[in-house]
């Protein structure tokens, strides 16, 4: 069966994200951008897949800017067999990737559909649920582990009350979660190799989808700074400054 995986360009989870002077968003000229870290364990999932024969062929997916190439090479360098670029220049909203998505599946009819549970950036959490719904696909969200018995999907799931595991009928929309799987470093020759894969260049109107922002962004705010701490001698001095500083017990 096909595997797709949906990979998106974010700011490396390094780089210290700031507010642009005009609090229209963060700024990103010349900042160091990657795959969003819960992407790059989709890819793995789906490479640890096609090394287990249970996945034939990898097509890795991203909606952005021409430069979004560069994290598509990535993942074809870890063992995607290609890649399909849907190019905007617009800011990609949950909704509208989830549109694109659905009409990749539809083409290339995948069996399993790997996404991270949240890209790092907008901090969504929307675009596989979303992908789910349009398509009418079982989701098995976070997942920690992901198995298939039976010709069904099994997603053992972290939940507040401790693990649930479900059975998916396909194709299944899975959303991973950072327990799932440690990904690989990839090698200079796997990344000279994946130069030569095919790489797709599509626009969102191919897919009948429009990009136009529906959502707008009114203020972007760094976080209050933290007050430096202060080292207390002994408990009593502690007990002491939480009564009468900051009058807490
Ligand atoms: P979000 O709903 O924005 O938190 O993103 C969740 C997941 O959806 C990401 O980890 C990706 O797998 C996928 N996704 C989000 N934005 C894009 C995009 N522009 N291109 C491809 N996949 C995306």
């Known amino acids: 069966m096909k595997a797709l995986v949906a990979v998106k360009r974010v700011v490396d989870y390094n780089v210290k994200v700031r507010v642009k002077s005009d609090h229209t968003g ?21 490479v640890r897949l096609k090394e287990a024969g249970i996945v034939t ?8 800017p021409q430069a979004a190439q560069e994290q598509l090479r990535s ?5 995607a067999d290609r890649a399909i670029l849907v190019q905007t220049e617009d800011e ?19 069996q399993v559909i790997l996404l991270g549970k949240q890209a ?24 920690s582990k992901l198995t298939f018995v039976d010709g069904k999907a099994q997603v053992m799931r972290e939940i507040d009350g401790g693990l ?24 200079l020759p796997n990344i000279m190799k994946a ?26 705010e760094p976080p209050r700074e933290r007050q430096a701490g202060v080292i207390v001698k002994t408990v009593e001095d502690l007990v002491s400054k939480l009564k009468n500083e900051a009058k807490v017990i």
């Open 57 to 64: 062929e990898i097509i890795a997916v991203t909606v952005g």
């Open 120 to 143: 790092i950036d907008g901090d969504n959490n929307q675009t596989g649920q979303m992908l789910a719904a349009l398509g009418g696909y079982s989701q098995g969200t976070f997942a």
């Open 195 to 220: 130069k030569k894969k095919p790489l797709d260049i599509k626009s969102p109107a191919d897919y009948g989808v429009s990009t136009t922002p529906t959502i707008k962004t009114i203020k972007v």
């Open 26 to 46: 963060v700024e990103l000229t010349n900042v160091k951008m990657a795959i969003n870290p819960f992407c790059e364990i989709a890819v793995e999932e789906a």
């Open 92 to 110: 990609a909203q949950p909704l509208a990737i989830a549109k694109i998505l659905k009409a990749i599946v539809d083409e290339e009819q995948p």
């Open 75 to 79: 993942a074809l360098a870890v063992g």
């Open 164 to 187: 649930q595991t479900l059975s998916l009928t396909l194709p299944v929309v899975v959303t991973t979660d950072l327990r799932l799987n440690e990904p690989r470093y990839t090698s």
